[in-house]
């Protein structure tokens, strides 16, 4: 796999550090901050079917339903706390999330991603979360697929990079570190 943030390699927050946000001490951040400046390009790690995704709830302890399917299993990542998602449904099996995006850049000046479509909800949904998700978008291993931002909780210009077994949401604990991927380039 080629590593995702050319030329940077500043990781900020590693994959076993402590949240200090949102749950102080009560679990391992499950991803890898990289530290860069807003606009900075994103290349796909890999071979894979890419979409972009944000939603947008109107009260902050708003959730997806369990069970609630909107083709996505990263419906809960709303944009107030980590901004746009790119998700690369890789070849290899893994599934990459980059986070953070700013809505903007995501839904209009992405060069991959050009066509997006609100997602169905159900008439009688409690839930009034307005989310959009692009068309799935065929992508190779070096190809610009977006760019870093500071949206949602974030306390400086980076990208959050999860990366996932299949596609499927998996707890941190259950998670692949990013910083052991077997990277081709690392600069």
């Not at 900020?12 to 946000?21: G, Y």
């Not at 102080?24 to 400046?37: E, S, V």
């Not at 979409?51 to 369990?66: A, H, L, Q, T």
Request: glycine share 10%; aromatic share 14%.
């Amino acid at each position: 796999m080629l590593w995702p943030f050319p030329g940077n390699t500043n990781i900020t927050a590693n994959f076993n550090d402590p949240r200090p946000l949102s749950n102080p001490g009560k679990h391992p951040h499950g991803a890898i901050d990289i530290g860069l400046k807003v606009g900075s390009p994103i290349i796909a790690p890999e071979r894979g079917t890419l979409f972009g995704y944000y939603s947008i709830r109107p009260v902050e302890s708003i959730y997806w339903p369990v069970g609630e399917q909107v083709d996505n299993p990263y419906r809960n990542y709303f944009y107030d706390m980590y901004g746009g998602l790119l998700v690369l449904k890789g070849d290899s099996g893994i599934t990459h999330i980059f986070t953070h995006i700013y809505m903007n850049q995501l839904r209009n000046k992405n060069k991959c991603l050009s066509k997006w479509k609100p997602l169905e909800q159900k008439a009688n949904a409690r839930f009034p979360i307005f989310c959009e998700r692009s068309e799935n978008v065929r992508v190779y291993p070096g190809a610009e697929i977006g760019n870093s931002g500071n949206a949602g909780y974030s306390t400086g210009a980076h990208c959050h990079y999860e990366q996932h077994r299949g596609f499927k949401w998996q707890s941190w604990e259950d998670r692949p570190d990013p910083e052991k991927t077997d990277w081709k380039e690392f600069k």
